[in-house]
């Protein structure tokens, strides 16, 4: 159980342009889920967090408006970069919890090339 | 921000051997918890350590803790080829009721068939 899926898995696209990535917890509800940034053998960065029916969190840093999260539902949360640059090429990740639960769930990961 | 520290950054053993990582965190925390990270791939929890337990098994991993030096190690008995991957350590601070996880920098262990 506790299976987080992400789509998509990999996405080329075009400066200037936005992309959205899925988060879905698939057999539990998620009352919050996280969105990661990780670099090339570097270590996972928390850009936010998010609660379901919420504003997202963002942790210092993270431009809330180039970055925007949405938590509509409990099973759900989405990523959209917008106005995409080289510089956002990365792999995100998101992963969910569900209260009383200290673990995290976490999905398979996109990896965003910007051109 | 990332709190932690982990040793070594690299670690290559023979099938067989163990594998020993350290992590050292900064805060006082309410647990400390090991993922793995296959290469591309998202993180799979490995094993939880409260801050009140000193340590703990689960299966080949034994998990150790000591909050006086803040440090906390993962060993891996009888390493297999398989057990080749990132390991990091996550820390989740006190107070824990936003339940965000903080990430050490990770140790890439290879595991030599």
């Known amino acids: 159980g506790a299976v987080v899926s992400q789509h998509p898995s990999w996405v080329i696209c075009k400066s200037g342009t936005s992309v959205k990535i899925e988060c879905r917890s698939l057999?539990?509800?998620?009352?919050?889920m996280f969105w990661y940034r990780q670099f090339p053998k570097q270590s996972l960065m928390l850009m936010a967090t998010?609660?379901?029916?919420?504003?997202?969190?963002?942790e210092q840093g993270v431009e809330k408006d180039k970055f925007l999260i949405n938590h509509a539902s409990l099973t759900l949360s989405t990523l959209t970069v917008t106005s995409a640059h080289p510089e956002d090429s990365s792999f995100y990740i998101c992963?969910?919890?569900?209260?009383?639960?200290?673990?995290?769930?976490f999905g398979p990961g996109t990896r965003l090339t910007v051109l | 921000s990332q709190q932690g520290e982990e040793d070594p950054q690299a670690l290559s053993i023979q099938e067989g051997e163990n594998a020993t990582m350290n992590c050292s965190y900064k805060?006082?925390?309410?647990?400390l918890q090991w993922y793995r990270q296959n290469s591309g791939r998202g993180l799979v929890h490995l094993i939880l350590?409260?801050?009140?337990?000193r340590e703990k098994h689960s299966g080949r991993l034994r998990v150790t803790l000591d909050t006086s030096k803040k440090s906390s190690s993962l060993l891996i008995t009888a390493s297999r080829a398989a057990d080749t991957a990132s390991y990091f350590c996550?820390?989740?601070?006190?107070?824990?009721?936003?339940?965000?996880?903080?990430f050490g920098s990770g140790t890439q262990l290879t595991v030599l068939p």
């Open positions: 992963s969910a919890t569900f209260q009383g639960y200290n673990e995290q769930f």
């Open positions: 057999d539990f509800q998620a009352t919050t």
């Open positions: 998010s609660n379901e029916g919420s504003k997202a969190t963002y």
């Open positions: 805060t006082s925390i309410n647990n």
């Open positions: 350590i409260r801050s009140n337990e």
């Open positions: 996550a820390t989740a601070s006190l107070p824990s009721s936003a339940r965000q996880l903080t």
